[in-house]
């Protein structure tokens, strides 16, 4: 099996510096942004999460506003035709 080469074949030695660099920096900010992230996460009240994730509840408008019909009233009025004599 061939091996590929590696995707910083062509980079020279000023870009693997500059790439570790950027992969240090990233490194070390890491737990100050975990430390962000958590302290966000616990101050987030939940109901503005859920409208964050679904959007604005809007029961007056498709897909939330109720359906002119339901199956239990197509349902009822099947069964009162098949009453009447």
């Known amino acids: 099996m061939a091996s590929r080469p590696s995707a910083l074949a062509n980079w020279s030695p000023e870009q693997l510096a500059q790439g570790r660099r950027w992969v240090k920096t990233w490194q070390d900010a890491a737990p100050r942004l975990e430390a ?31 359906k002119p019909t339901s199956g239990l009233v197509e349902q009822q009025r099947l069964f009162s035709m098949l009453r009447q004599p």
């Open 36 to 66: 962000i992230r958590r302290r966000e996460l616990r101050q987030l009240d939940s109901f503005t999460a859920i409208a964050w994730l679904c959007g604005p509840a809007n029961y007056h408008e498709p897909p939330r506003a109720p």
